[in-house]
């Protein structure tokens, strides 16, 4: 079955850009949208944006302007990109396999999360 | 922004008794083309990542026991667990993704009493 793994630094200067990236396995990443969620500790859960190959990607009016999601089939790999970020971008990052809105719009399939720290 | 408020933050219930969960919406999330409701509901366990439980606000998702059910429409939404298990201790999430900002509820705890 479908399984995502997220990889990138647990430690990011503030200002600086966080970068992950989320590896799918046991399955292709064409024909599914692509999303990325983050849970700040003591907070909800929050999701950053999604995207599917073939359209632009959708994101969270709170964090656009500062966030890039893209998607690179030849690798089977999407990847999130934040700049300029706070300790309030600290949180622990999640990607997830989403379906589409007219299909069911749920996200079926989860990463285990990584823990992202913005600290100097 | 659509904003989704759960109610309660929390609840103790005793094992094979039933858990309720209420979740409303600041505006109707019910797509008047297909006549969806574009409300999911998820299990977030400690250590773990969110489970997908109900998306449509009541189509159970595969695999998930059918103690669960999802019900409501327009701005009102509820999680019943029928018979609660130990297993089902977790926070459990409202989800919305009607309109881009695609927001989540804040949670609600269920524990055994």
């Known amino acids: 079955q479908v399984q995502l793994q997220e990889s990138g630094p647990g430690l990011v200067k503030p200002s600086e850009t966080l970068s992950l990236t989320c590896t799918v396995s046991?399955?292709?990443?064409?024909?599914?949208?692509w999303s990325w969620i983050r849970h700040p500790p003591g907070k909800g859960l929050e999701l950053i944006g999604y995207k599917i190959y073939s359209e632009s990607a959708k994101y969270n009016p709170t964090l656009r302007g500062r966030v890039t999601i893209s998607v690179d089939p030849s690798k089977n790999q999407f990847s999130l990109n934040l700049n300029s970020v706070t300790a309030a971008d600290t949180a622990v990052y999640y990607c997830?396999?989403?379906?589409?809105?007219?299909?069911?719009?749920?996200?079926?399939?989860w990463g285990q999360g990584t823990t992202v720290t913005v600290s100097s | 922004d659509i904003v989704l408020t759960q109610s309660p933050d929390s609840l103790a219930v005793s094992l094979g008794e039933r858990a309720t969960i209420n979740c409303k919406s600041s505006?109707?999330?019910?797509?008047?083309?297909?006549?969806?409701?574009?409300l999911a509901w998820y299990q977030q366990k400690p250590g773990q990542p969110p489970k997908l439980l109900i998306y449509w606000a009541s189509t159970r998702e595969s695999g998930v026991p059918d103690r669960f059910s999802g019900s409501g429409s327009g701005t009102d939404f509820t999680l019943t667990i029928s018979s609660l298990q130990a297993e089902d201790v977790a926070v459990y999430y409202c989800?919305?993704?009607?309109?881009?900002?695609?927001?989540f509820g804040q949670g609600t705890k269920v524990e055994i009493k």
């Open positions: 989800h919305h993704y009607f309109v881009n900002s695609k927001t």
């Open positions: 997830a396999r989403k379906i589409s809105d007219y299909i069911g719009g749920g996200m079926d399939v």
């Open positions: 505006q109707s999330v019910l797509y008047s083309s297909n006549n969806k409701n574009y």
């Open positions: 046991g399955g292709s990443i064409s024909n599914y949208y």
